[in-house]
């Protein structure tokens, strides 16, 4: 999220795998595909990545920072499913 007096043009969210700490991951996403909302940003990169990777990994564990807009994802079965094809087990 933006600072206060900031406005974040582009967010780039990148995922690792956690026993090799290798890079899986990166999704870069502008503002203007949010529209201009720089709020939604990481949430929207966070839906980019955990698409691209289900179509390739099966997924186990997904662990993040404290975004509010992550968490509310995570915490709706029913969207989750949606983004997620249901298949990640969120600890």
Known sequence: MDSPGYCAQYCTYTVMENESRNIISIATVDKRQTRRNSVVMEKKAFVDSMT???TELKVVEVCTDAHVQISSL???QALLSVCIS???MVS
């Open 74 to 76: 995570m915490g709706k």
């Open 86 to 88: 249901g298949n990640v």
């Open 52 to 54: 691209q990777l289900l």
